[in-house]
């Protein structure tokens, strides 16, 4: 959307507490968080707490999922502002100026990182570094006339999305 544009969205299905309802987990709620960002949208969460103004265990573990992943990559949420084509497959794309964060939606829960990634719609400016928030160095990059692919590394530095930041053609 050209404008800021707001959603609200209940952790559980009722907006109030209901005994034995079941959270969503800490994996859509992050999927969700990314794809709105990406269409230049806020996320507003519903947690409802329970009669005695406590949160359910499973609430808290969703929350604690989604702030363990925002610790990595709250730079690709806060701050940004949506970037046609906003989705390439199974990539979120937000900006900063012409810095761009590709958020890589995991395929299925518990799917580890891919060993690759490509970037058609949004490829990384000749002689952009391309780095993976939450690890340490610069990622392999290959280029042709079509776009990228970023080779990722073994180890994920978190769950359920990871984030490529880079630089794109003013």
Not at 52 to 72: K, N, R, S
Request: glycine share 8%.
């Amino acid at each position: 959307m050209g404008h800021p544009w707001e959603i609200c969205v209940t952790l559980a299905k009722s907006w109030g507490y209901v005994e034995g309802e079941p959270q969503k987990p800490a994996r859509q709620i992050i999927h969700t968080l990314a794809d709105i960002v990406a269409k230049n949208g806020n996320l507003l969460l519903n947690v409802a707490p329970r009669p005695d103004g406590t949160f359910p265990p499973e609430a808290i573990a969703t929350l604690e999922g989604v702030g363990d992943w925002m610790q990595v990559n709250a730079e690709a949420i806060h701050g940004t502002r949506a970037i046609e084509p906003w989705v390439e497959g199974s990539i979120r794309y937000t900006s900063k100026g012409n810095t761009v964060h590709a958020i890589i939606l995991s395929e299925s829960p518990g799917s580890p990182m891919p060993e690759s990634v490509r970037m058609d719609a949004l490829p990384p400016a000749a002689g952009s570094s391309v780095i993976l928030l939450g690890h340490e160095g610069p990622l392999t990059v290959t280029r042709d006339a079509d776009g990228a692919t970023v080779l990722l590394p073994r180890e994920a530095p978190c769950e359920h999305a990871w984030v490529l930041k880079y630089q794109i053609e003013e």
